[in-house]
DNA sequence: TATACTAAGTGTACAATGAACACTAACTAC
DNA sequence: GTAGTTAGTGTTCATTGTACACTTAGTATA
């Protein structure tokens, strides 16, 4: 590696995440309404600049917590973006960050409806800033891809869960219908799943138990 | 994102490479021999600073072309990388790639063998510089989990090879053995494989076809 | 309180895929 | 011409994946 610090002046470096999460059956990602140029009052993938001492993974934790007040939540690095007009105004590489967040962890989320953070449906989005189209494709891609060979999909559910909204969840992810034995027979043979104990009385049919995972690593996740 | 430009001095913005190429039965990493400090005489992953006008990719690709002269290579993102003291002189962060070349596409590479740059085995190197001992253990992760569900080996393979040169091929990568009947079926049915219609005649045992790699995209590279 | 409605929960048969396994063919060397 | 070496080839069995329909346990309401 060449060490010659001075040779060139350097690129900025910033962190930009795509937070997803599941609502009203709609796979849904964060977006923010940018408040200075270039871009004014485009929407963008939450991001920042990196900090003197903070390591990528920081970085992208501490602007997570900003916008989500929430912690304890599934991420992982997803690609860096680094051609060099990606921001007209100066050069910028992002490392790009996917996470993904229950629903029922966010807090009061309808009242985040205000004009500068939302969560749009991620095949229903306005015009992006940047190359965010870009990195929001590709996020979306990973996921959907992961979710048919790991367990990344608990990163989505609430603590105490019905095997139907998982499968549902399942559903919405890979954007396809799944077969329901097939699916709770897969489901329960991977010993990662644990009764509650409890049911589920809402609604004018039998009652579902409820399910957890046990605690342990998401599999797969590299 | 905030594109407070001046809020931090920004750290340098450098690639670094796994280039692989597999020789006699082994599988090799490209090393070279630092000449400056820190790290002044212990071998690295080769790498360079971003220059200005450059996406990654591009500087990639330029670091692989200075020390292998080979073009047309395949070659994907890896993962960045960004410890804040992965540096001791200055905040570094690298967007690490990874490189397949076929041995008999590197220009005399035992003429290479002089001081300052050289294939090692990669289960048995020398102490490397900076974190690059684990960007190379991430790269050869990646590299034996893509083997076994893409055709990204091909990536490692001449013109024109044997069936038989081809399981050996993975079985290095894999670092295991492979049925031989098994293997050709799934070979041959994945119909990414073409007779030459030419037979190797070295050796002094049936003639083998020489088989080549239909043109196309290595699959399932994301 | 009986009937309709809804989602929960369950098993089997068939197809497709993966894994194990041994002999014959075609050449060279001696 | 005999020994040595790698190329080339099918079948059986086990495992996994897929398709598919009825009964159960609750609520709502007539």
Redesign the interface.
Known sequence: ?????E????????V?LAIFTVNKNKLKVMLVK?A???FLDFW??????????????DAAYRVLTEKTGVKDVYME?L??????ER?P???????AYFALIPWENLNQPESNKIKDLTWYSVDQHPKL??DHKEILKYAV?RLRAKASYSNIVYGLMPEHFRLSELQTMYEIIINDKLDKRNFRKRMLATGLLQETGEKDLTGAHRPAMLYQFKKMEITFS?
């Open positions: 590696m060449n060490t010659n610090y040779a060139y002046e350097q690129p900025g470096v910033t930009d940018r200075e140029a270039p963008s993938l939450p991001g920042g600049f990196l900090m003197h001492r903070e390591s990528l993974e690095q690609y860096t973006f680094g051609a060099p921001d105004r100066a050069r910028v590489i992002t490392v800033a940047f891609k590299n």
